[in-house]
């Protein structure tokens, strides 16, 4: 991917709910290895930006491309391959795994081995000693 290529592009991206519109127009483009923040009041439309990203809810319009390919909405059960990931609120994780565990879970799909602690490298001691201090 060229680095002038957005990741994720959303654009004029607009859903209704019966007579209510919830978005209308937005525009949202992430760039590899970029930390962004979607704020606002509540009822702004901020869930229902996600969830059209994450197919929980179909757009009444806007395009959508990924990697610099222009695609339909993605269904939920692409998001995994896409290497997108949504958490809801209050949703508990795995109460018996620990903190690292529970981070790791979503990075099986990428690991390079096996195991997905291997694709961590934590055989060094600087690691070992963060993977000790994660068991929480």
């Not at 519109?21 to 509540?42: F, K, M, T």
Request: glycine share 12%; charged share 20%; proline share 4%.
């Amino acid at each position: 991917m060229s680095t002038n290529t957005p990741l994720l592009h959303a654009e004029r991206v607009s859903v209704s709910f019966g007579g209510l519109r919830a978005l209308h127009d937005v525009y949202l483009q992430l760039n590899e290895n970029e930390v962004v923040g979607v704020i606002g009041p509540n009822g702004a439309g901020k869930t229902t930006l996600f969830n059209a990203i994450c197919g929980l809810v179909t757009p009444d319009s806007g395009t959508f491309s990924f990697e610099g390919k222009q695609r339909s909405w993605p269904r939920t059960d692409e998001l995994a391959d896409l290497g997108i990931a949504r958490t809801l609120q209050g949703v508990g994780l795995f109460p018996d795994l620990t903190v690292l565990e529970n981070v790791m879970i979503g990075a099986q799909k990428f690991a390079k081995t096996g195991l997905i602690s291997a694709s961590f490298g934590r055989n060094t001691k600087d690691e070992a000693d963060l993977a000790d201090r994660s068991m929480a």
